[in-house]
Structures are given as C-alpha cells and as structure tokens.
C-alpha cells in the first residue's frame, strides 16, 4: 500500500467509477451527530481522501476540521471541489502509520482506510497512532468491510472486521460507543457490507 497506488487509483478513474464513493450525505455523518461534539473541536478523517465529509462539517460549521490522505491527488481533488472553502481545513499528505500528530483530535473518522491493513504490525502501528493523536474522552470512528463484505478494494487486499473483532485492538484505552452494520451502494449499484465501530476513549 502505497502513495502511488493511490495516486494513481484516483487520477485513472472518476468519481462515480470509484466502488466507495457515496451519492449521498457521508456515511461517516452518523455517528458525529450523536457525539454531542462541539463545533471547535478538532475532527480529523483519516485517509479521507476526496470524500465529502469535510464538504458537510464545513457546511456545519465546524471550525477545526483536518483531512488526512497518503494520496496527494486525492487531497488535490477534494480542495479543488471545495473551493474558496478549503482555506478552512488542515491538509495532511501522509501515512497515517508514519504520520506525526501535532495536536490531539476530539473526533477521529475513518472510513474504509483501515482494512487495508492486513499486516498485525500496521494494524498495531494503526492503534498506536489513535492513542498518539486523541485523549481522554475523544470519540473514534472506525467503518471497515463487515465478516460478509468483498475481499478486496481497489486491487489491494483487505482484512474484513466484525466488531468484536475490532474493538478487541482498542479495549485497553476505548468503550465501545455502537457498532453498526450497513450496506454501502456503490455508484453501479452493487452492495458492500460494512461494519461500523464507534469507540469514546476513557
Ligand atoms: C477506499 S478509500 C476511502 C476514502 C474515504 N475515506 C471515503 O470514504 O471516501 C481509502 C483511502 O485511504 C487512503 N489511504 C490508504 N492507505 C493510507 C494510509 N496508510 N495512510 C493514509 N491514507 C491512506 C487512500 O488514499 C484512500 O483515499
């Protein structure tokens, strides 16, 4: 997994020929609505990619808002949309493995980043950074492919989650929140399986 892999998965194919591009209001909208977070609070989507979350907190009014992608294009594309707007939001291009947080999140989001993570290291390295990059009372936000969703995305493998499974990697620092199971419809109308994990860090 790499940034040229990325690259190149977004600048060879449109929107609509991407299998996790939403039609709709983010998926990843659910469960902030329910966090009672603030509109200063520092929110980051990991590996956000050109989704439209940050298009929805923006439009919300959050102030505090990051989008971190290894995917320079991605990150170009989604700046590009936004417009004059995108002066609000920080922009990392990084490994979220490698990547060095400067401050700690109140609301970490991701969406179908994680279960490309088949390596135990990464996936340790991956809850490592979640307890570098948040604090006491921070909610987290993870959606992967449910024991029932594709083996693979984007011509990568992935590892498929259900949510014990996941939570079991955050019981140490986490509660759990709510987990969630959904179908996500991609843009040729085929169904994904995806479990959604929402964690508040004790
Ligand atoms: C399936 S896409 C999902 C994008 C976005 N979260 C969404 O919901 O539309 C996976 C995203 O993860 C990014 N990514 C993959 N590995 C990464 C890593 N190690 N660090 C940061 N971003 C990564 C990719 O560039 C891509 O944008």
Redesign the pocket.
């Known amino acids: ?1 790499n ?1 040229l ?3 190149n ?2 600048s060879s194919k449109r929107v609509h020929e ?5 039609s709709g209001a ?3 909208l659910a469960e902030l609505i329910s966090s009672e977070i603030g509109k200063q609070d520092a929110i980051i ?9 940050v298009d929805s907190l923006l439009e919300d009014s959050f102030t505090n808002v990051s989008v ?4 320079g294009t ?1 990150i170009d594309e989604a700046r590009h949309r936004i417009g004059l707007e995108e002066a609000k939001v920080s922009w990392i291009v ?4 490698t ?1 060095k947080p400067q401050i700690r999140f109140q609301y970490w ?5 994680f279960h ?2 088949v390596d135990p290291i ?1 996936q340790r390295q991956y809850v490592e950074k979640v307890r570098e990059a948040t604090k006491s009372g921070s909610h987290i936000v993870i ?1 992967t492919f449910s024991p029932e969703g594709p083996e693979s ?2 011509g990568l493998p992935v590892q498929r989650w259900s949510a014990e499974q996941l939570s079991a990697l955050f019981e140490d620092f986490c509660t759990v929140v709510s987990q969630t199971e959904y179908n996500h419809v991609t843009p040729w109308g085929s169904t994904q399986s995806f479990m959604r994990l929402h964690l508040k860090r004790n």
């Open positions: 997994m940034s892999h990325w690259n998965a977004y991407r299998s996790w591009s939403e983010s998926d990843s989507d990991i590996g956000g990619g050109s989704s439209t979350f971190l992608d290894i995917s991605a990084a490994d979220v493995l990547w989001n991701d969406r179908a980043v490309f993570l990464d959606a995305c984007s």
